[in-house]
């Protein structure tokens, strides 16, 4: 350590001796390379002072007597981690005004709130200032980390505003017990995410208004986030949380020390994962001033009661029409600025519509009060359309932009896959649907009979084959991803429970409200074939409509195909994972999952009688695989998701063109349910016989075979796919189902496998240029102990198991 790099107080000096503690602290010395003393006596070195070296104690204790000693003259004190961490990177010694045993804080600047005791709170500064840390009276954008005790007061606010990690003081207790660790560092996001501040931390809640399920999810929800629950009533309650929606009247009244807050409260500070300001969450009754003033500022009378009445007169007379109106908002008198929109009033469908400002119509002239059919129709579709386009604008602002937005409070309630996951390519439908909304406005607004509806659908029929096939196809994985989440991630269930709640999504939930595009399509189509029942053969729309209509269902078979490829492909990769071994080729665009059997081998080949084999039909091929002996490990994805371990092991993959014909057997008191396949692979000079038989009762011999036939005639090219099948007598194969499940039969096939184990052990043995093993005693070693040591051990060890192996075999055990 460099002296003049490290003494601030004395200049001149060029040297630094580190004077060690007491006890040894496990210091690599000879790797510091700096004069040191070892003493158990710190005042010989402590009493006086020295122009040319400057003294530094390292102590290990820094609340013995020597500490407090050191410490009352001044002493420049440090612990052994400081040492090894400035050693480790070759920097000077840490200066520090006060004693430094580690850097477990160093960089971090905290904040106190909430301490009554000023002994426990000046005994938490003092291991702040040990570990490198600082503290800050005042709370600023300066401090990384508030240390709460409750969760009031302003520096609270303050910091869940500018998202400062909230924690508790057994943060910097645990932070100082792992105090030697050099490594460790109290910032670390996984470490002190134990100890934040729960959002109910030292609040009772009661609930009312709620359903039984709602309330007790509540409940336990409050006992999960740090607080508790009473009944309604209950002096102890701080919080009263209140369905604002259901709840008229409160059933007594409130003291000064209670919070009567909504329902959005409670979710709210779970989403932010601290505890949100009462202020704005407080429930208001219907008869309360406050209320009453808002009431008055909505109310729609005026002084002139004439008018009111007329008003009213002339709303329910619009409301009684059996005609519909305008699509478009009326004009406005400059004196009926308040006045309600009676687009809004008559709008009676469940679809949620977010509040927006209409816009003005493009044309002055007023809509005529009966238009033709053609108009009507086209004014529907154009109505919801402009429904649906509000729908796909509030899944957008209520949930997609917030989840993406960064700096959330409390860190994001999703991973960007998940996100893509649930909302894909809403945004694109939410484009092109804008798109069609607006010149369908603009087509009824300068409306004639010669307009043409189906132009605009044709005009984005490629638009719409671009985005719908990705959401639709994958709108099931949207689903269980939403469902996942939600009982995986509080906050996200939060989200959801406050989104969902507000007046635009028509209390519908977000999965209600995703499976809109998955419906729209189809319903347009309807709107069209309507629209073209209404206009003339000799109007130019009417073979522009059928073209759009078409297109439209082009789309939807695009998307109908498209899902039944991701199905099937999602097929495959789901045999690939179950089947161990499974060959890559097996993934293909063009191959599709047919069939999947369970039977048991009744032969040698393709693998041992008594095998419990799996069958999968593709296409094309034939994956063989049979059931694992037994199963090691898990596999670990790298996204550290833990996959169970495959059942299943690979076989072979056999095209269909190798199957020269389908034996039904016929069932005999030998031999029952079985078939067999004759098969030509092209590295052998004659055909082999696979036979099976069926396990289980859910599969029908005869459709499988029908289904297996037709797939083996379409692969080369045959229309006679019944002319495979031949029925035949087992006894003419030696074919038999008897005695599968015997003792001897099974004892039989036990040996066979363990006589595989130790050939294939043998045969890998002499492919290592592995090194003689020795083992000392071999008293203890049983044939049972090498065929389990054969089949666990990984590669690395077979050449032990072997030296095991031929000793054993020396041996009488063997």
């Known amino acids: 350590v460099d002296g003049a790099k490290t003494s601030k107080r004395t200049p001149k000096n060029k040297n630094a001796h580190i004077f060690g503690g007491f006890v040894p602290f496990g210091l690599h010395l000879m790797d510091i390379n700096t004069p040191f003393i070892m003493t158990d006596s710190v005042q010989e070195f402590g009493d006086g002072e020295n122009t040319e070296f400057e003294t530094v104690f390292v102590l290990t204790q820094f609340d013995s007597p020597e500490y407090n000693y050191l410490y009352k003259h001044e002493h420049r004190i440090v612990g052994p981690p400081v040492v090894l961490h400035c050693a480790a990177k070759d920097e000077p010694l840490q200066f520090s005004c006060r004693p430094l045993y580690s850097t477990t804080m160093l960089n971090l600047s905290l904040c106190f709130t909430g301490f009554r005791n000023k002994e426990e709170m000046k005994n938490l500064v003092n291991l702040v200032h040990h570990m490198g840390g600082t503290i800050r009276k005042d709370f600023s954008t300066k401090v990384t980390h508030l240390v709460a005790y409750s969760t009031h007061g302003e520096k609270y606010r303050l910091a869940v505003c500018m998202g400062t990690p909230i924690l508790t003081p057994s943060w910097i207790l645990k932070a100082w017990e792992r105090r030697d660790d050099v490594n460790f560092h109290a910032g670390d996001e996984e470490f002190r995410t134990e100890f934040k501040v729960p959002p109910f931390q030292d609040c009772v809640l009661s609930f009312l208004g709620f359903s039984e399920e709602e309330k007790a999810n509540m409940e336990e929800r409050t006992l999960k986030h740090g607080g508790t629950y009473l009944e309604v009533g209950n002096e102890r309650c701080t919080h009263m949380v209140v369905e604002e929606n259901l709840v008229k009247e409160l059933p007594f009244s409130p003291s000064k020390n209670l919070f009567v807050v909504k329902q959005e409260w409670f979710w709210g500070s779970i989403q932010m994962d601290a505890r949100a300001g009462e202020s704005m969450y407080l429930y208001e009754k219907n008869d309360s001033p406050a209320m009453k003033k808002a009431v008055s500022l909505l109310s729609l009378t005026t002084p002139n009661s004439n008018r009111k009445r007329r008003r009213l007169k002339d709303t329910l007379a619009q409301l009684t029409k059996e005609t519909e109106i305008s699509p478009f908002p009326p004009r406005k008198r400059p004196s009926a600025e308040h006045s309600l929109s009676i687009g809004s009033l008559l709008d009676i469908s469940n679809t949620p519509e977010t509040c927006k400002s209409s816009k003005p119509s493009k044309s002055s002239t007023p809509v005529l009060s009966k238009q033709s059919a053609r108009w009507q129709v086209s004014k529907e579709l154009y109505q919801t359309e402009s429904n649906y386009v509000d729908i796909l604008s509030t899944i957008l602002q209520l949930f997609k932009h917030p989840l993406e937005k960064e700096g959330q409070v409390g860190g994001p309630i999703l991973a960007q896959e998940e996100i893509k996951t649930i909302f894909g390519s809403i945004p694109d439908i939410y484009e092109v649907h804008t798109r069609i909304k607006n010149d369908l ?295 038999s189902t008897k005695d599968m499940d015997s003792t001897l039969s099974k004892a039989s096939r036990a040996i066979k496998k363990t006589s595989k184990k130790v050939k294939k052990g043998l045969r890998k043995r002499q492919q290592h240029d592995a090194k003689t093993v020795q083992l000392v005693s071999l008293s203890d070693v049983t044939p049972a102990f090498v065929e389990d040591f054969l089949l666990l051990m990984p590669c690395m060890f077979e050449p032990i198991a072997q030296g095991v192996f031929s000793s054993c075999k020396a041996s009488e055990a063997g």
């Not at 939060?494 to 977000?510: D, H, S, V, W, Y």
């Not at 039909?617 to 090691?632: G, M, S, T, W």
């Not at 039904?664 to 008191?669: A, G, I």
């Not at 499988?704 to 090219?717: D, E, F, G, M």
């Open 441 to 735: 406005e603009e087509l009824l607004t300068d409306w004639s009979e010669n307009r043409s509806v189906g132009n605009i659908i044709l005009k984005y029929s490629k638009e719409l084959v671009k985005a719908y096939p990705p959401f639709v196809n994958f709108f099931e994985m949207s689903k269980e991803t939403i469902v996942r989440c939600e009982k995986q991630k509080p906050r996200f269930h939060a989200f959801l429970k406050i989104n969902q709640a507000k007046p635009e999504c028509g209390r519908q939930t977000l999965v209600e409200l995703l499976i809109r595009p998955v419906q729209r399509l189809p319903s347009v189509a309807l709107l069209l074939n309507d629209i073209k029942k209404h206009t003339s053969d000799d109007n130019p729309d009417k073979i522009t409509l059928e073209k759009a209509i078409e297109s439209l269902k082009e789309v939807m078979t695009h998307i109908n195909e498209d899902k039944r490829k991701t199905e099937g492909q999602k097929q495959i990769f789901d045999v690939v994972y179950e089947v161990d071994g499974c060959p890559a080729n097996l993934l293909s665009s063009h191959r599709s999952l047919v069939y999947r059997v369970e039977t048991i081998a009744l032969g040698d080949q393709p693998c041992d009688r008594g095998e419990n084999v799996t069958l999968f039909l593709f296409n094309d091929c034939l994956e063989i695989a049979r059931k694992r002996h037994k199963v090691i490990n898990t596999f670990k994805s790298p996204l550290g998701q833990t996959r169970p371990p495959p059942p299943l092991k690979h076989i072979a993959l056999m095209p269909l063109s190798q199957i020269r014909r389908v034996l039904d057997l016929q069932d005999t008191e030998e031999c029952v349910n079985a078939f067999a396949l004759v098969v030509r692979p092209p590295t052998e000079q004659e055909n082999l016989l696979f036979s099976f038989q069926l396990a289980g009762e859910e599969t029908v011999k005869s459709a499988w075979l029908r289904t297996l036939c037709r797939h083996v005639a379409n692969t080369i090219c045959r229309a006679d796919a019944e002319d495979f099948i031949q029925c035949t007598d087992p006894d003419s194969l030696q074919v």
